[in-house]
């Protein structure tokens, strides 16, 4: 073969120097070989193609016929033989098998360096999207043609198994034109489905296998009492809609004996633990509980769960039977708190904050003691304040309102005509829990027509010296 066209290339010499010299006749053998004789060595393209017809070389102007396996396309689908190349150097004539591919329009063009097989659909790199209850892709089709009746679906990856029920979805779309979104029906959190777009009958041109997001969990369905060890139990929350990574768990107690007592607890607690001690259960006792599952999306709906010391009626929030004070100045705006101290042992110098809030709504005292009250602030009333910090070992009586200030706190005088609580407040906080002590003392500051009437005949006798 290579003598050949050795010899080809001599003869085409040859008649150009013969022409050149002007000779009448040229020698008859040069004149009959003829171009078409040129052939092309089959082309060592992408190793996937397959070639029609599949020869070892092909004769110039040769049509072949181009195609790839099923979800793939050819470059060029018809390319033909052109023979020998340009020559690559002027020195030295080399010359390369050329060919020419047909494009889109129909049009012979020389094909730049090879044909490939190419995916006929393309998943737009960065376009998947997941969430708890979706997944969606954005697609484009290369080859129109190749991707007519392409059908995309999701499916469960696997068969759901108690206690995460999964439905199967009857997610199946057929993908028309040339690009765009496909959606999964909506699905299950934290579920394994897989995404596949195929070309019927069986061509798989994409498959993902994806879990949807984590969302936040179910309530919890059981929740009871141990009576005999006042224990709280509940049964575990299963991981369907994420990891269950612990519970949180808020108790309000309020005690039968020792009026006026309210402990608030807030707890995280490790997904293994089904269980928690109420603080010093008795039947006398009553309690509001609250406990949510946790996943990293954060805390489910909560489930409550209450007893009360008086089954007869169960109000919400617990009724705070505060204690009461009898040592009220109206005229000084003072009222004399009986403390004693709430940590035990009372020897243990612990800091106890004394709250005041203008009320006697249980909701809004319940609030101020596992809340997180501020320094009084005279625009921000009747909103509760933080009216002292003391270190208290031993019963004190302490005078609440007497206008002194201390560690950045002040004690405010008390407004004649106001329903009051005062709570002594003890906070200790761990990692894992807050555990807030209060008691309540509630009074009232009875309407003073003495103050009220100087404090009118004041502003009038000001409103005179301004006319003035
Ligand atoms: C996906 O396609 C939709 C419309 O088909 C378009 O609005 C969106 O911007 C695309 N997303 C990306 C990341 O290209
Ligand atoms: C329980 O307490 C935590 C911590 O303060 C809080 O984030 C959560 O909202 C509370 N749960 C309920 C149901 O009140
Ligand atoms: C329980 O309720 C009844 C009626 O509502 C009431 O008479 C009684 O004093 C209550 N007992 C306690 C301990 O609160
Ligand atoms: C709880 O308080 C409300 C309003 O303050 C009152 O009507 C109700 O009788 C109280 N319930 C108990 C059991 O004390
Ligand atoms: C008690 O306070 C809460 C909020 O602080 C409020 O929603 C509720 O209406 C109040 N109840 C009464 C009887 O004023
Ligand atoms: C009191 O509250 C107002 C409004 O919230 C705030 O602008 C001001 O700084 C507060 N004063 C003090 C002493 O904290
Ligand atoms: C309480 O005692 C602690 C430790 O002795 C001390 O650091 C703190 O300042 C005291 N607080 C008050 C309000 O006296």
Redesign the pocket.
């Known amino acids: 073969m290579a003598l050949q066209l050795l010899g080809l290339s001599f003869l085409l010499v040859l008649v150009s120097l013969l022409a050149a010299q002007g000779q009448e006749e040229p020698d008859p053998k040069v004149q009959g070989v003829p171009w078409e004789t040129e052939t092309c060595q089959r082309p060592r393209w992408d190793s996937r193609l397959r070639l029609a017809p599949d020869q070892e070389s092909y004769k110039k102007n040769e049509e072949v016929t181009l195609s790839c396996p099923e979800g793939f396309h050819p470059s060029f689908t018809h390319v033909k033989c052109e023979g020998k190349g340009q020559p690559m150097s002027h020195r030295q004539p080399v010359y390369t098998d050329t060919w020419w591919g047909k494009d889109s329009r129909g049009v012979w063009t020389r094909i730049p360096s090879s044909v490939e097989c190419i995916d006929v659909l393309q998943v737009?790199p960065?376009?998947l999207e997941i969430s708890s209850t979706s997944i969606k892709l954005?697609w484009t089709c290369r080859f129109p043609d190749a991707c007519q009746r392409m059908q995309a679906t999701c499916r469960l990856a696997e068969p759901s198994s108690p206690p995460c029920e999964a439905e199967e979805v009857k997610g199946e779309e057929i993908l028309h034109g040339q690009?765009?979104?496909f959606t999964c029906p909506p699905l299950q959190p934290f579920t394994d489905y897989s995404v596949t777009i195929s070309l019927p009958p069986s061509t798989i041109l994409f498959t993902w296998l994806v879990r949807t997001e984590e969302t936040v969990p179910d309530k919890l369905e059981k929740l009871w009492l141990d009576p005999n060890t006042g224990s709280l139990q509940w049964k575990p929350l299963p991981s369907c809609k994420g990891e269950i990574i612990g519970y949180q768990l808020n108790i309000t107690a309020r005690r039968a004996r020792d009026g006026g007592f309210l402990e608030v607890e807030r707890l995280r607690l490790s997904s293994s633990v089904t269980e928690h001690l109420l603080p010093e259960h008795s039947p006398g006792n009553s309690y509001v509980v609250t406990i949510q599952g946790l996943t990293a999306a954060g805390a489910g709906a909560a489930s409550l769960w209450e007893f009360h010391a008086n089954s007869s009626d169960t109000p919400h929030p617990l009724n705070i039977s505060c204690r009461s004070i009898r040592d009220i100045s109206p005229s000084q705006g003072t009222a004399v708190l009986p403390l004693r101290p709430i940590a035990r042992p009372p020897e243990l110098a612990r800091e106890h904050q004394l709250i005041v809030a203008a009320t006697h709504n249980s909701t809004a005292v319940e609030g101020a003691c596992s809340g997180d009250p501020q320094p009084f602030n005279a625009s921000w009333q009747p909103g509760a304040y933080v009216a002292a910090v003391l270190n208290l070992t031993a019963p004190t009586d302490f005078v609440l309102g007497d206008g002194t200030h201390g560690q950045g706190y002040y004690n405010a005088a008390l407004r004649p005509g106001s329903d009051y609580t005062a709570l002594l407040r003890l906070v200790r906080r761990s990692q894992q829990a807050d555990k807030i002590s209060c008691v309540c003392y509630s009074f009232s500051l009875g309407i003073l027509w003495f103050v009220l009437s100087r404090k009118r005949k004041s502003s009038l006798s000001s409103k005179a010296k301004e006319d003035n």
Do not use: A, L, Q, S
Request: glycine share 28%; aromatic share 0%; net charge negative.
């Open positions: 737009v960065g376009t954005n690009e765009g979104t």
